[in-house]
């Protein structure tokens, strides 16, 4: 096979800017594609180029003169041969893909996850979740693969709070720690929900969703109504406690603040809002000119700018206490749980005093309970207005105040209103001052 070069001194070959010559001329052009690519430095290497089949292959061969013209030669046939056949002359080497990480996640590292996700979301209530979740949930799980978690160990776990109160007689609840078992399964349901949507540890179900709550095993009800009259009574019994302590401060000369019970109790039975919200109203969510009461996102407990309408009462009382720089009720502010239980047993005695008849035990979510259940139970609103009251519009829905949209809503209102303040008037008030 005859090599024949347009420039035969191929050592001696210079450019001043690199320069790719092209293939030599040849009777049998096995060569066609071979090139030398010729740098001003003068460093030169082999260089295979040529379109076939309607694509391009390109791949530097080697180095000159450390790989001579002939093996450039030979290479070329080769590659061309190859382009005959209809294949790749350089095919890319198969890189061996790697082995897929681990996807597995235990219980610890979805628990994880989950708090960071309720910190993006602005929970309230992460801390005690979190505490609660390390204490029922990773404690006993934590080692646990997410998909090996059965029905069964949520049902153990559950159990936990119940356990702990049987070894603890002493301190045992009112409740047997049912109150908290039901904590920990909604928790689990919220918990292993989150994993199962995220796709963690490819799991095939939530573990907890065939779990119902846990009945109370001492027989107490769940939840305490409240019923017309009791909570006509509670209106009156936190004035009267009020006008006590009023009366205890000035005999005794102390300063400070006159206790707000009166109106938060008012503010509680004739709204159904919960007792946190109610604590820290500001002033200036109060709306005087609409008569709306407007709860920012981060006092409400669902995390939405609420909008609520208010009747007659309320709004008086917000109109007389609402300032634009302070709380509502400055004295309730921070309030906690024991002192709470505190003031609902020395209100509940001034109801029975006032009412002549014993008062079961109840708490401040009872208001709640009891607002949805009178007014539907009076025929005031139905199950659906009653919702819409209990769970308002938000600001998103509501652009821009509507009278109109409030209409139902402030009819129920002034209509519950009214039913109360009757109650209270059937009420032989005198009785407590001939008790007294």
Same mark, same amino acid.
Request: hydrophobic residues 35%; contains cysteine; glycine residues 8%.
């Given at each position: 096979?005859?090599?024949?070069?347009?420039?035969?001194?191929?050592?001696?070959?210079?450019?001043?800017?690199?320069?790719?010559?092209?293939?030599?001329?040849?009777?049998?052009?096995?060569?066609?594609?071979?090139?030398? $690519?010729?740098?001003?430095?003068?460093?030169?290497?082999?260089?295979?180029?040529?379109?076939?089949? +309607?694509?391009?292959?390109?791949?530097?061969?080697?180095?000159?003169?450390?790989?001579?013209?002939?093996?450039?030669?030979?290479? %070329?046939?080769?590659?061309?041969? @190859?382009?005959?056949?209809?294949?790749?002359?350089?095919?890319?080497?198969?890189?061996?893909?790697?082995?897929?990480?681990?996807?597995?996640? %235990?219980?610890?590292?979805?628990?994880? $996850?989950?708090?960071?996700?309720?910190?993006?979301?602005?929970?309230?209530?992460? *801390?005690?979740? /979190?505490?609660?979740?390390?204490?029922?949930?990773?404690?006993?799980?934590?080692?646990?693969?997410?998909?090996?978690?059965? %029905?069964? /160990?949520?049902?153990?776990?559950?159990?936990?709070?119940?356990?702990?109160?049987?070894?603890?007689?002493?301190?045992?609840?009112?409740?047997?720690?049912? =109150?908290?078992?039901?904590?920990?399964?909604? @928790?689990?349901?919220?918990?292993?929900?989150?994993?199962?949507?995220?796709?963690?540890?490819?799991?095939?179900?939530?573990?907890?969703?065939?779990?119902?709550?846990?009945?109370?095993?001492?027989?107490?009800?769940?939840?305490?109504?409240?019923?017309? #009259?009791?909570?006509?009574?509670?209106?009156?019994?936190?004035?009267?406690?009020?006008?006590? #302590?009023?009366?205890?401060?000035?005999?005794?000369? $102390?300063?400070?603040?006159? %206790?707000?019970?009166?109106?938060?109790?008012?503010?509680?039975?004739?709204?159904?809002?919960?007792?946190?919200?109610?604590?820290?109203?500001?002033?200036?969510?109060?709306?005087?000119?609409?008569?709306?009461?407007?709860?920012?996102?981060?006092?409400?407990?669902?995390?939405?700018?609420? =909008?609520?309408?208010? +009747?007659?009462?309320?709004?008086?009382?917000?109109? #007389?206490?609402?300032?634009?720089?302070?709380?509502?009720?400055?004295?309730?502010?921070?309030? $906690?749980? +024991?002192? /709470?239980? *505190?003031?609902?047993?020395?209100?509940?005695?001034?109801?029975?005093?006032?009412?002549?008849?014993?008062?079961?035990?109840?708490?401040?979510?009872?208001?709640?309970?009891?607002?949805?259940? +009178?007014? #539907?139970?009076?025929?005031?609103?139905?199950?659906?207005?009653?919702?819409?009251?209990?769970?308002?519009?938000?600001?998103?829905?509501?652009?821009?105040?509507?009278?109109?949209?409030?209409?139902?809503?402030?009819?129920?209102?002034?209509?519950?209103?009214?039913?109360?303040?009757?109650?209270?008037?059937?009420?032989?008030?005198?009785?407590?001052?001939?008790v007294a």
């Amino acid at each position: 096979m005859s090599i024949i070069w347009k420039h035969k001194n191929l050592v001696g070959l210079t450019v001043e800017k690199e320069k790719t010559f092209k293939y030599p001329v040849s009777p049998t052009q096995v060569e066609k594609g071979l090139k030398l $690519r010729v740098f001003p430095s003068g460093q030169k290497s082999w260089l295979f180029e040529r379109m076939a089949n +309607g694509k391009r292959y390109k791949k530097t061969l080697g180095q000159f003169p450390i790989f001579t013209i002939v093996e450039a030669v030979q290479a %070329t046939a080769d590659a061309n041969r @190859t382009i005959q056949f209809g294949e790749d002359p350089f095919p890319k080497a198969v890189e061996p893909e790697p082995e897929p990480e681990s996807t597995r996640m %235990t219980v610890a590292e979805g628990w994880a $996850r989950y708090v960071e996700d309720m910190v993006r979301r602005g929970n309230k209530s992460v *801390h005690e979740r /979190d505490q609660l979740g390390q204490k029922d949930i990773v404690e006993p799980l934590g080692f646990k693969f997410l998909s090996d978690v059965t %029905t069964d /160990d949520v049902r153990k776990i559950i159990q936990r709070p119940i356990e702990r109160c049987k070894t603890k007689k002493a301190t045992l609840s009112p409740t047997g720690g049912v =109150v908290t078992s039901n904590h920990v399964l909604r @928790t689990c349901k919220t918990f292993f929900k989150f994993c199962f949507d995220s796709g963690y540890d490819d799991m095939q179900r939530n573990p907890a969703t065939a779990i119902r709550v846990v009945t109370n095993i001492v027989g107490k009800k769940r939840k305490r109504v409240l019923s017309v #009259r009791e909570m006509a009574l509670l209106i009156m019994a936190g004035r009267e406690f009020d006008r006590r #302590r009023a009366v205890a401060k000035k005999l005794d000369g $102390r300063k400070g603040g006159l %206790t707000t019970w009166g109106d938060i109790f008012s503010v509680l039975v004739l709204t159904g809002n919960r007792k946190s919200e109610v604590y820290g109203a500001f002033g200036h969510e109060w709306d005087s000119a609409n008569k709306v009461w407007r709860i920012g996102a981060e006092r409400y407990k669902t995390n939405v700018d609420a =909008v609520l309408p208010v +009747g007659p009462s309320v709004a008086t009382i917000f109109d #007389r206490r609402a300032t634009s720089d302070g709380y509502i009720f400055p004295s309730q502010t921070g309030v $906690r749980t +024991g002192q /709470d239980r *505190h003031i609902c047993d020395q209100i509940t005695e001034i109801m029975e005093e006032i009412g002549g008849e014993p008062i079961e035990r109840w708490s401040m979510h009872s208001t709640r309970y009891g607002f949805r259940s +009178g007014i #539907r139970k009076a025929k005031i609103a139905d199950s659906e207005l009653a919702e819409k009251i209990i769970h308002p519009k938000t600001a998103d829905d509501l652009v821009e105040y509507d009278p109109d949209w409030f209409d139902e809503m402030r009819e129920a209102l002034k209509a519950w209103d009214s039913l109360i303040r009757k109650e209270m008037g059937a009420i032989d008030f005198g009785r407590l001052r001939r008790v007294a």
